[in-house]
C-alpha cells in the first residue's frame, strides 16, 4: 500500500510503498483508510519539535472501514465503519479501570511484542506507527482499542476529525474544564482544536466566548458557526489580555491555550480572572518550559494540562456522531480542503501557515 513516510526531521514526506503484515495478531483490526485529518501534532514531529524514531508514518486522526479482524475481536466486525483514534488503551491498567483510558498507564499492551514482524514495514526494515496509528496511509493494522464503531450515517470523511480535533476540543470544555453556564471563555488558538472548544464552550452554555488568533478569517469561522461571541486579532490588538479583561468584567473564569507556545500561558494568566484556570490543550514540544509570576498562584489562579479532552472513545464519539446527525455539532464548516494523499505536502504547508481550518487526506470516495 502507499504512504506518507517521514524519514527525517524538516524534510518532506515522501509517498512510498509499505507493507502491513499479512496475519493479524488477535486482537488487531484491519482497517481501509476513508480520510484522516492533518493537525498540528504532526506537524510537530516533522518540525522536530516533538522527537520520534524515523521512518515514521504520521496521522492520528481517521476513519475508514473494517477488512479484516483478528480471530480474538468478537464487537468489530467487516465492513463496520470506525474512527481510529489515538486514545489508544490497554483496558486493563489502574487509570482504564478508573475510566480513564487517555491517561492509559500501558500503551506498550497494546502493540506488537518486541521481535515480531511490525505492524508496517519497507523491505524488512520496521517503519514506525505514530500514535499506534498511522493514518497517513491506504490501509491501517490497529489494535482493536484504537478503533471505535459508529453509525453508518455518519459522513466519513467529517468523522475523522472527530478523532482528535473534535474530541481534544469540546471535551477540553465540556469533560475537563467543565465549562458552566453564565461562565466567560477565552481560546487562544482558532485552529481544529481551538475551534472546537469554542464549540463545547458554547454547548456548555458559556455567556462570552472569545476567541483569539492571527486570522481574520479563523475569528469569523469561530463566531459565524462555533459559538464564539468575540474575536481578539492579535495582529491588531497590542493587548490581547487587556482587552479580556475589558470584555468580562476583570477576566474569564476559563482559558484556553490551544496553540502549543509556552509564552502564550502568560498571557492566558493575564487574561484570566482571579480563581479562574487556565488549560493548557497545545502540544508544546518535548524541551519547552513554561515560567509565570507566583503572584498568578497567589490570586488562585491555576494552570492545568490537558490530554485528548479526557475523551473515552467508546463512549464520546458515538455521543459526538449522534450530536452531529442531530444537527447539533458543526463539522460542515470545519473541514477545509479536501487532498488525495500525493498533495499530502501542500496539506502540510498551509497547516504550518494558519490556512483554513481542517484539511482532510481523502482516500477514496466519500459516500
Known amino acids: 500500500m502507499r504512504a506518507a513516510v517521514l524519514f527525517s526531521p524538516h524534510e518532506p514526506l515522501r509517498i512510498e510503498d509499505v507493507e502491513t503484515p499479512a496475519v493479524l495478531e488477535p486482537n488487531e483490526v484491519r482497517v481501509a483508510t476513508a480520510a484522516v485529518g492533518l493537525c498540528h501534532s504532526d506537524l510537530h514531529v516533522i518540525d522536530g519539535r516533538v522527537a520520534r524514531p524515523m521512518p515514521i508514518v504520521l496521522g492520528h486522526e481517521a476513519s475508514g472501514i ?6 480474538a475481536v468478537e464487537d468489530v466486525a467487516v465492513g463496520d465503519h470506525v474512527i481510529a483514534c489515538f486514545v489508544v488503551f490497554c483496558g486493563a491498567c489502574r487509570m482504564c479501570r478508573a475510566g480513564r483510558p487517555a491517561m492509559c498507564q500501558d500503551r506498550e499492551a497494546t502493540m506488537r511484542a518486541p ?15 505514530w500514535t499506534n496509528i498511522a493514518g497517513f496511509a491506504e490501509e491501517m493494522v490497529l489494535h482493536r482499542n484504537a478503533v471505535t464503531v ?3 450515517r455518519m459522513p466519513l470523511d467529517l468523522a475523522a476529525m472527530l478523532g482528535c480535533a473534535v474530541a481534544t476540543g469540546v471535551g477540553s470544555a465540556r469533560k475537563v474544564a467543565r465549562v458552566a453556564e453564565g461562565d466567560h471563555v477565552v481560546v487562544i488558538g482558532a485552529g481544529g482544536v481551538g475551534l472546537n472548544v469554542c464549540q ?9 466566548v472569545i476567541a483569539i488568533d492571527r486570522s481574520d478569517e479563523r475569528l469569523r469561522l469561530a463566531q459565524e458557526r462555533f459559538g464564539a461571541t468575540h474575536g481578539i486579532n492579535t495582529s491588531e490588538v497590542a493587548d490581547a489580555a487587556a482587552a479580556v479583561r475589558a470584555l468580562t468584567d476583570g477576566g474569564a473564569d476559563h482559558v484556553f491555550e490551544a496553540v502549543g507556545v509556552p509564552g502564550l500561558i502568560g498571557i492566558a494568566l493575564d487574561a484570566t480572572a482571579r480563581g479562574g484556570s487556565v488549560w493548557a490543550v497545545g502540544v508544546f514540544g518535548d524541551e519547552a518550559e513554561i515560567a509565570f509570576p507566583a503572584g498568578h498562584l497567589h490570586a488562585g489562579k491555576g494552570v492545568q494540562g490537558v490530554r485528548a479532552g479526557s475523551l473515552e472513545p467508546q463512549k464520546d464519539l458515538p455521543r459526538l456522531v449522534e450530536e452531529y446527525l442531530a444537527g447539533r455539532l458543526e463539522l460542515d464548516a470545519l473541514a477545509g480542503r479536501r487532498i488525495p494523499l500525493e498533495q499530502i505536502n501542500d496539506g502540510i504547508a498551509d497547516l504550518e501557515a494558519g490556512v483554513g481550518a481542517r484539511t482532510l487526506v481523502v482516500f477514496q470516495p466519500i459516500e
Open 66 to 71: 473494517v477488512s479484516e479482524v483478528g480471530s
Open 115 to 129: 521481535g515480531a514482524e511490525p505492524r508496517l514495514s519497507q523491505r524488512g526494515a520496521e517503519v514506525q506507527q
Open 150 to 152: 459508529i453509525d453508518r
Open 200 to 208: 463545547g464552550a458554547a454547548l456548555a452554555g458559556a455567556a462570552t
